[in-house]
């Protein structure tokens, strides 16, 4: 069964890049899902799409996010990451790394994910 694992710094301060990389561990980054997915969710608020990266290299971002996100991936290491600049205390939430098929990508609901992480704790404070 394929695991996913989120990594990085749980305390970030305001303006600077908030990185966090995902591992893939009993499976391939390069064929067991579609797309790698970043999803997070602010404390009291619900499932936030952020962007994915699928299996071709080409990456998918959310509207709102998409000037300040970027994700990449090292198939060497089986990883993809997450570097969100700018930040601001909104960007506090928990931050999930996912896997999934077609349905997945855009999605905001957890069932459409065939893999998902234990999620990381990413507070924004100075």
């Known amino acids: 069964q394929v695991q996913l694992q989120e990594s990085g710094p749980g305390l970030v301060k305001p303006s600077q890049t908030l990185s966090l990389t995902c591992t893939v561990s009993?499976?391939?980054?390069?064929?067991?899902?579609?797309?790698w997915t970043w999803v997070r969710q602010p404390p009291g608020k619900a499932l936030e799409w952020m962007g994915a990266?699928?299996?071709?290299?080409?990456?998918y971002y959310s509207p709102s996010l998409k000037s300040r996100t970027t994700i990449s991936r090292d198939t060497s290491k089986n990883q993809f990451t997450l570097q969100l600049s700018s930040v601001t205390p909104e960007d506090t939430a928990v931050y999930y790394c996912?896997?999934?098929?077609?349905?997945?990508?855009?999605?905001?609901?957890?069932?459409?994910?065939?893999?998902w992480g234990q999620g990381t704790q990413v507070t924004i404070s100075s």
């Open positions: 009993s499976g391939s980054i390069r064929t067991s899902s579609a797309y």
């Open positions: 996912a896997g999934g098929a077609t349905r997945s990508l855009y999605s905001d609901y957890r069932n459409d994910y065939d893999y």
């Open positions: 990266i699928a299996n071709s290299g080409y990456r």
